[in-house]
């Protein structure tokens, strides 16, 4: 998978930045992650609505039942801290902690040339391979954190909770989180908490993943080539002991713009 992302802005394009995954890809993987994951349980049951977001409905005469064997509401809320904080119970609430740049070399990987091939054949079927320099690369990585609020009615839904998610990016899902670009390093789990809510009591656990992602910038370059020299050599083929003939060499020279214009 690619870890492209797509902003509003015209500057990734404009400056060539074809990868940052700071902040907003790898909030956003995890989110879809633990949607997905918790989509498959029974009990705490995760639902979407027809946009996609928590299927949050009005819960007024709906059976305690509801959402354990369908999709009427989520059993569960998954999304952004701040969006819903504090509304819905059980939730997960994910956000940004914060990032660092961390070079992945003195210069930025600066230096580093990405080639493309074509292949030129003349008239008479000799063929050459040339590489040409297509961008010039520039890399780096972010190590950061994301952290993960837990907040239920009940001790126990919020122990399960914490296993379940932290099982969940410690294994079942830590392959497949590196794939697109995010690596998931050591996961804390912090002290266990609680507060008065209204009129009732909020249980509260946060973990913490540390990850690393990656940056990276093609500069694309310009056409570097202008000619191409092309030498052929008479040889007898049936002796190929021999050495090619030394007066009989052909040396010829094409420009792209010819190659162009007669293409």
């Not at 039942?65 to 701040?82: C, P, Q, V």
């Amino acid at each position: 998978m690619s870890t492209n992302n797509f902003f509003r802005s015209d500057l990734p394009r404009l400056y060539n930045l074809i990868q940052s995954s700071m902040i907003v890809y790898p909030k956003e993987i995890i989110i879809a992650i633990l949607r997905e994951y918790f989509s498959k349980d029974s009990f705490y049951h995760y639902s979407k609505d027809q946009w996609g977001y928590p299927n949050t409905t009005d819960h007024t005469d709906l059976p305690l039942t509801s959402g354990l064997h369908d999709d009427i509401t989520t059993r569960l809320f998954i999304g952004e801290n701040y969006r819903q904080d504090g509304i819905f119970y059980p939730a997960i609430l994910v956000k940004n902690s914060g990032s660092k740049s961390v070079p992945i070399s003195l210069n930025r990987d600066k230096g580093s040339v990405q080639y493309s091939e074509t292949i030129y054949e003349d008239q008479h079927g000799h063929q050459s391979l040339v590489k040409t320099p297509n961008s010039l690369i520039t890399a780096g990585a972010w190590e950061g954190s994301i952290t993960i609020d837990i907040l239920t009615r009940s001790l126990r839904s919020r122990d399960d909770l914490v296993e379940l998610v932290a099982m969940c990016f410690t294994e079942i899902e830590f392959e497949t989180i590196a794939d697109v670009g995010v690596v998931i390093k050591p996961i804390s789990i912090g002290a266990p908490s609680e507060s008065d809510d209204r009129n009732d009591k909020l249980f509260r656990q946060s973990l913490t993943l540390d990850i690393r992602t990656e940056w990276r910038r093609e500069i694309p370059v310009g056409n570097v080539i202008d000619t191409i020299f092309f030498t052929i050599y008479f040889q007898d083929l049936s002796n190929t002991n021999k050495p090619p003939a030394p007066n009989l060499t052909i040396n010829t020279e094409v420009s792209i713009l010819d190659l162009i214009l007669n293409t």
